[in-house]
Protein backbone atom coordinates (compact mmCIF):
# COMPACT_ATOMS: atom_id res chain seq x y z
CA UNK A 1 0.00 0.00 0.00
CA UNK A 2 1.35 3.53 -0.85
CA UNK A 3 1.28 6.16 2.19
CA UNK A 4 -0.80 9.01 0.36
CA UNK A 5 1.02 11.14 1.84
CA UNK A 6 4.59 10.55 1.16
CA UNK A 7 3.00 9.88 -2.68
CA UNK A 8 1.41 13.23 -2.34
CA UNK A 9 5.04 14.97 -1.28
CA UNK A 10 6.57 13.83 -4.17
CA UNK A 11 4.08 15.11 -6.53
CA UNK A 12 3.89 18.57 -4.50
CA UNK A 13 7.16 21.12 -5.21
CA UNK A 14 9.22 21.65 -2.16
CA UNK A 15 9.60 25.25 -1.42
CA UNK A 16 13.21 25.27 -2.04
CA UNK A 17 13.37 29.11 -1.34
CA UNK A 18 13.87 30.72 1.78
CA UNK A 19 12.54 33.68 3.16
CA UNK A 20 15.86 34.81 3.39
CA UNK A 21 16.69 33.83 -0.52
CA UNK A 22 13.40 35.66 -1.41
CA UNK A 23 14.83 38.67 -0.28
CA UNK A 24 18.18 38.43 -2.26
CA UNK A 25 16.95 37.70 -5.37
CA UNK A 26 14.27 40.48 -5.19
CA UNK A 27 17.14 42.63 -4.13
CA UNK A 28 19.21 41.33 -7.05
CA UNK A 29 15.94 41.45 -9.51
CA UNK A 30 15.76 45.51 -8.73
CA UNK A 31 19.66 45.71 -9.29
CA UNK A 32 21.82 43.00 -10.55
CA UNK A 33 25.22 45.11 -9.67
CA UNK A 34 24.59 45.48 -5.91
CA UNK A 35 27.59 43.95 -4.24
CA UNK A 36 27.68 41.50 -1.60
CA UNK A 37 28.59 44.13 0.95
CA UNK A 38 25.46 46.45 -0.22
CA UNK A 39 23.44 43.57 0.13
CA UNK A 40 24.62 42.17 3.59
CA UNK A 41 24.14 46.27 4.77
CA UNK A 42 20.24 45.81 3.36
CA UNK A 43 19.59 42.69 5.22
CA UNK A 44 21.62 42.97 7.96
CA UNK A 45 23.78 39.76 7.66
CA UNK A 46 27.19 39.00 7.01
CA UNK A 47 28.38 39.14 3.30
CA UNK A 48 29.66 36.02 3.24
CA UNK A 49 26.03 35.05 4.31
CA UNK A 50 24.87 36.73 0.83
CA UNK A 51 28.04 35.42 -1.20
CA UNK A 52 26.88 31.57 -0.43
CA UNK A 53 23.65 32.20 -0.81
CA UNK A 54 23.96 33.46 -3.97
CA UNK A 55 26.16 30.68 -5.05
CA UNK A 56 23.71 27.97 -3.37
CA UNK A 57 21.03 29.77 -5.76
CA UNK A 58 23.26 29.80 -9.11
CA UNK A 59 24.95 26.31 -8.76
CA UNK A 60 21.48 25.05 -8.07
CA UNK A 61 20.01 26.29 -11.06
CA UNK A 62 17.83 28.82 -9.44
CA UNK A 63 19.12 31.86 -10.65
CA UNK A 64 20.87 33.07 -13.28
CA UNK A 65 22.89 36.40 -12.93
CA UNK A 66 23.05 37.88 -16.42
CA UNK A 67 22.19 41.50 -18.73
CA UNK A 68 18.66 42.12 -19.38
CA UNK A 69 18.42 44.47 -22.40
CA UNK A 70 15.19 46.57 -23.30
CA UNK A 71 14.75 45.06 -26.41
CA UNK A 72 13.13 48.06 -27.85
CA UNK A 73 15.49 49.97 -26.94
CA UNK A 74 17.98 47.29 -28.14
CA UNK A 75 16.36 47.14 -32.11
CA UNK A 76 14.02 44.74 -31.50
CA UNK A 77 10.65 46.69 -31.12
CA UNK A 78 7.96 44.22 -32.20
CA UNK A 79 6.84 41.87 -29.93
CA UNK A 80 4.50 39.06 -31.33
CA UNK A 81 3.06 35.95 -30.09
CA UNK A 82 2.29 33.15 -32.19
CA UNK A 83 -0.32 30.05 -31.78
CA UNK A 84 0.73 27.22 -33.93
CA UNK A 85 -1.37 24.14 -34.26
CA UNK A 86 0.66 20.91 -35.48
CA UNK A 87 0.67 17.33 -35.78
CA UNK A 88 0.81 15.56 -32.22
CA UNK A 89 3.66 13.74 -32.85
CA UNK A 90 6.09 16.13 -34.35
CA UNK A 91 5.27 18.93 -31.19
CA UNK A 92 8.47 18.02 -29.33
CA UNK A 93 10.57 18.60 -32.73
CA UNK A 94 8.72 21.47 -33.60
CA UNK A 95 9.46 23.53 -30.24
CA UNK A 96 13.15 22.21 -30.21
CA UNK A 97 13.29 23.44 -33.91
CA UNK A 98 11.80 27.25 -32.65
CA UNK A 99 13.83 26.93 -29.47
CA UNK A 100 17.33 27.47 -32.03
CA UNK A 101 16.35 30.68 -33.16
CA UNK A 102 17.30 33.84 -31.68
CA UNK A 103 14.47 36.05 -32.02
CA UNK A 104 12.38 33.10 -29.76
CA UNK A 105 12.45 34.38 -26.35
CA UNK A 106 9.65 31.56 -24.89
CA UNK A 107 8.35 28.82 -26.85
CA UNK A 108 6.69 26.04 -25.74
CA UNK A 109 4.18 22.95 -25.85
CA UNK A 110 0.99 24.59 -24.60
CA UNK A 111 -2.51 22.77 -23.80
CA UNK A 112 -5.35 24.71 -25.22
CA UNK A 113 -6.80 26.13 -28.55
CA UNK A 114 -2.71 25.98 -29.96
CA UNK A 115 -0.47 23.20 -29.01
CA UNK A 116 2.86 25.57 -29.13
CA UNK A 117 3.06 29.39 -28.14
CA UNK A 118 5.84 31.41 -29.67
CA UNK A 119 6.43 34.96 -27.46
CA UNK A 120 8.91 36.50 -30.06
CA UNK A 121 11.22 40.02 -30.72
CA UNK A 122 11.99 41.51 -34.01
CA UNK A 123 13.52 44.23 -35.87
CA UNK A 124 10.27 45.25 -37.80
CA UNK A 125 7.14 44.22 -38.70
CA UNK A 126 8.99 42.36 -42.42
CA UNK A 127 11.50 40.71 -39.84
CA UNK A 128 8.20 39.22 -38.43
CA UNK A 129 6.90 38.67 -41.71
CA UNK A 130 10.34 36.68 -42.94
CA UNK A 131 10.81 34.73 -39.76
CA UNK A 132 7.11 33.44 -40.25
CA UNK A 133 7.40 32.77 -43.91
CA UNK A 134 10.79 31.02 -44.00
CA UNK A 135 11.19 29.40 -40.65
CA UNK A 136 7.70 29.30 -38.97
CA UNK A 137 5.89 27.49 -42.29
CA UNK A 138 8.59 25.25 -43.08
CA UNK A 139 8.22 23.07 -39.80
CA UNK A 140 7.94 19.56 -40.11
CA UNK A 141 4.18 18.97 -38.97
CA UNK A 142 3.28 22.57 -38.87
CA UNK A 143 -0.93 22.71 -39.71
CA UNK A 144 -1.70 26.69 -38.82
CA UNK A 145 -0.44 29.53 -36.80
CA UNK A 146 -2.28 32.56 -35.60
CA UNK A 147 0.29 35.89 -35.39
CA UNK A 148 -0.27 38.39 -32.53
CA UNK A 149 1.51 41.63 -32.47
CA UNK A 150 2.25 42.68 -28.99
CA UNK A 151 1.29 46.72 -28.36
CA UNK A 152 3.10 48.96 -25.37
CA UNK A 153 3.84 45.60 -23.75
CA UNK A 154 4.40 46.90 -20.29
CA UNK A 155 5.92 43.57 -18.25
CA UNK A 156 9.23 41.36 -19.66
CA UNK A 157 10.26 44.95 -21.23
CA UNK A 158 13.91 43.41 -20.37
CA UNK A 159 14.84 40.10 -22.02
CA UNK A 160 17.32 38.28 -23.90
CA UNK A 161 18.27 39.59 -27.26
CA UNK A 162 21.06 37.82 -28.02
Known amino acids: M ?6 QDNCVPQN ?23 LAKKLDVHPTTVRRAIKRLTEDGIMVIEAAVNAQKAGEPVAAVLGIDGDPAKIDQMVDSLAAYSEVK ?33 LDGLRDTETFICFNVKKNVHTRIY
Open 106 to 138: LVSAAAGRYDIIVYGRFASNEHLQRFIQTNVAK
Open 2 to 7: INSQSA
Open 16 to 38: VLSPFDKKVVKLLQEDGRQSSEL
